[in-house]
């Protein structure tokens, strides 16, 4: 279900722009950089070999973006903005005054109907009518427009070098353009029969002096606001699942062979690596690989972060050969 910015009465997006702007501008740079390093091997330019390196791969790069400039900038274009919840705060003594006009004209918001403090009041969310019936939020404003919970476009680098004994073996890893369902106590405060617990990432609640907040007001579980505001499935849930993750990186030195033989050994290697070591991503508070779909996408199918966590690991070793 989508929402809308009732105070100018139009559909807008805070969130749904990052979501894209992130996707669509590291997939510029990336494929920009690939295309630039494939054109020099191709035509077996002097940069692949070592020399004058910086200025034949900046000249490519900076060719690349050019050339693939005009059809990013058309996609992102073509794509739109997707309505993120946030929008449908209520927010002002305006906002308000619509509600009840609307009411007054005979339009009903769902679940809940009445406008005040026990029923849609500020702080509270309402829902878009995508089909326009007059019913604000009911089984036929649904709509997944744009969404994608399967990765669009997976890629990887592997980077591996070597000077002078010493080695460096980088593995990234990532997805673009991939939408993820959040529920629980990760949107939730005090979310009930999982700890009853609030976090970092939700403090920024509506409160009468926190009017542009990320999140709706902060209520009893048994209030029907909270009903509102945190049992309708709805894109508040909505998240950019894009990320880029260092998978492995690995850093050996090897000592020169007239060394090492003194001590009769042919081959001796130190080396230090990690997994997992970094992540970026648009959303920072759950693994963007977790994942708790099942066969089916229902409204109990989103991902709660309840599994076991993705580790960090840190390792080193000795290769030695006699």
């Known amino acids: 279900m989508a929402s809308q910015n009732t105070t100018s009465n139009n559909a807008s997006s805070v969130d749904g722009q990052g979501r894209e702007g ?6 510029f740079l990336l494929i920009s950089a690939g295309c630039a390093i494939g054109i020099g091997n191709v035509w077996r330019f002097p940069y692949i070999t070592g020399q004058n390196g ?25 794509t739109g903005v997707r309505v993120d919840a946030i929008s449908g705060v209520r927010r ?3 906002d308000m005054e619509w509600a009840q006009a609307m009411v007054a004209a005979g339009n009903t918001f769902l679940p809940n109907q009445t406008i005040g403090k026990k029923g849609i009041w500020y702080g509270d969310y309402l829902y878009a009518d995508t089909n326009g019936d007059g019913i604000y939020g009911n089984e036929n404003d649904y709509t997944f427009q744009d969404v994608s919970m399967s990765p669009k476009y997976y890629y990887g680098f592997q980077v591996d070098l070597a000077w002078k004994g010493i080695d460096l ?22 979310h009930s029969n999982y700890g009853y617990t609030m976090y970092e990432h939700q403090l920024d609640f509506w409160t009468p002096t926190n009017t ?6 902060l209520t009893d579980i048994s209030d029907p606001s909270n009903q509102n505001n945190y049992r309708m499935g709805s894109d508040l849930y909505m998240f950019d699942g894009s990320y880029l993750r260092l998978k492995n990186i690995q850093l050996g030195y090897t000592l020169p062979e007239r060394i090492s033989m003194k001590f009769g050994v042919k081959r001796f290697k130190i080396y230090f690596n990690a997994q997992n070591l970094l992540t970026f991503s648009n959303c920072s508070f759950i693994d963007p690989e977790s994942s708790e779909f099942g066969s089916n996408m229902n409204s109990g199918g989103a991902n709660s972060g309840r599994n076991y966590p993705n580790l960090r690991y840190f390792g080193a070793g000795l290769n030695i050969t006699f």
């Open 212 to 217: 542009d907040a990320r999140w709706p007001r």
């Open 54 to 78: 910086g200025g034949y791969f900046v000249l490519f790069y900076l060719i690349c973006l050019v050339v693939m400039g005009i059809p990013v900038l058309t996609m992102e274009l073509a």
């Open 169 to 190: 073996s980088i593995f990234l890893q990532g997805v673009l353009k991939r939408d993820m369902m959040v529920r629980g106590e990760l949107i939730e405060p005090f």
């Open 22 to 27: 992130f996707s669509s501008r590291l997939g």
């Open 92 to 94: 002002t003594e305006q």
